[in-house]
């Protein structure tokens, strides 16, 4: 695949930060997007939550909030994508600006706030693709001004499960008045016993999954691990967003609301994965995602319990040709290791010997 981005990124990043991704949305939908070249490495391949995967890195959500390019961007080389956060309700977010670029950090800080088309424009779309291939999942939330949380959730379920590949229950973004209260653990109890009630009432059982925040104690760590694993839900993305401002954040900049992403991301969010991961005793599939700009950034995420890893940010930077490059890396990682499948390596800084 030839590369382009290194001669759009000037004229991207001299436009405000949001524009620039509106004007990276339409041109995707335009359908004149270039497929990656070479076929995955067979030991990316993988199979996580009764789904086949051609590789483990995906898209996260928040680049797709509308479900408008998942098959664009799967053509791109992602091993899976997902769309969101959707709300029941159409809502335009916070403020603008609300996306902020931290070149010098390769970090990005937003205080988005959940801004969507609303869920019915969302599952008309996820509807539109009915039959086509690739792994696209639906992250579900609420509507800012709704005080029965779970009322949201729900109704998000009902409509999406018989469309996605699987679902993320986003309790973690920073955006939303009292969302991350929902992470507690009688509030996070019950949330997810309703929402695995709406799937049940659907007959559809795409995996449900929870997002969870970095910026939690070891209680709150501790009490989700529990929680999770009575709930019976299928597995953890870890992790959203974080409220912390590092040093390598200019001070103007860190004084901006919202949720920081992108390189100071990668060890804070990797620690709070691998501390799940021990949590759960490996029982539950992990999804790390936070800071991963590279093969090395991924195969890190693996080894600290990630069977599946998402990037984001790192994509404003260095385009979309960075993610056959992470592939490339990751599979030779891999090798040099020992590893005939990514699965081998999930967990390996856990293990002795």
């Known amino acids: 695949m030839v590369d382009l981005y290194p001669l759009a990124r000037p004229f991207l990043m001299a436009m405000d930060a949001e524009q620039a991704h509106n004007l990276t949305i339409a041109a995707l939908k335009t359908g004149l997007v270039p497929g990656g070249s070479r076929r995955d490495p067979a030991s990316l391949s993988t199979r996580v939550f009764g789904l086949d995967f051609a590789n483990p890195i995906g898209l996260a959500a928040g680049f797709d909030k509308n479900a408008e390019v998942p098959d664009a961007m799967l053509k791109l080389g992602f091993g899976f994508v997902e769309c969101g956060t959707v709300t029941p309700r159409p809502q335009d977010g916070n403020p603008k600006p609300r996306l902020f670029r931290v070149p010098t950090a390769q970090a990005v800080i937003?205080?988005?706030?959940?801004?969507?088309?609303?869920?019915?424009?969302?599952?008309?779309?996820?509807?539109?693709?009915?039959?086509?291939?690739?792994?696209?999942?639906?992250?579900?939330?609420?509507?800012?001004?709704?005080?029965?949380?779970?009322?949201?959730?729900?109704?998000?379920?009902?409509?999406?499960?018989?469309?996605?590949?699987?679902?993320?229950?986003?309790?973690?973004?920073?955006?939303?008045?009292?969302?991350?209260?929902?992470?507690?653990?009688?509030?996070?109890?019950?949330?997810?016993?309703?929402?695995?009630?709406?799937?049940?009432?659907?007959?559809a059982k795409p995996p449900l999954l929870l997002k969870v925040a970095p910026d939690l104690t070891d209680e709150d760590k501790a009490d989700i691990a529990a929680v999770v694993l009575n709930s019976g839900i299928d597995g953890l993305i870890v992790s959203n967003t974080t409220l912390a401002r590092p040093a390598a954040i200019p001070s103007a900049l860190a004084a901006e609301?919202?949720?920081?992403?992108?390189?100071?991301?990668?060890?804070?969010?990797?620690?709070?994965?691998g501390e799940f991961y021990q949590l759960l005793g490996g029982r539950l599939p992990l999804i790390g995602v936070g800071g991963v700009s590279s093969g090395a950034d991924a195969y890190a995420k693996i080894r600290a319990g990630a069977s599946l890893v998402q990037l984001y940010s790192a994509l404003a930077y260095q385009g979309p040709g960075l993610v056959g490059r992470i592939k490339a890396e990751l599979a030779m990682r891999l090798a040099d290791d020992g590893y005939a499948h990514v699965a081998d390596a999930v967990g390996a800084a856990h293990r002795k010997g």
Do not use: H, M, W
Request: net charge positive; hydrophobic share 35%.
């Open 110 to 203: 937003n205080r988005f706030g959940f801004n969507n088309q609303g869920l019915e424009v969302y599952a008309e779309r996820l509807q539109a693709r009915s039959g086509r291939s690739g792994i696209v999942g639906a992250n579900v939330g609420k509507n800012k001004e709704t005080a029965d949380a779970a009322s949201d959730y729900t109704a998000c379920i009902r409509r999406v499960a018989p469309l996605a590949s699987y679902l993320v229950v986003n309790v973690s973004s920073p955006n939303t008045p009292g969302l991350r209260t929902l992470q507690s653990r009688d509030a996070l109890a019950d949330l997810l016993g309703q929402c695995l009630a709406a799937r049940a009432e659907t007959g």
């Open 257 to 273: 609301a919202g949720g920081l992403s992108g390189r100071p991301l990668l060890e804070p969010s990797t620690k709070v994965l």
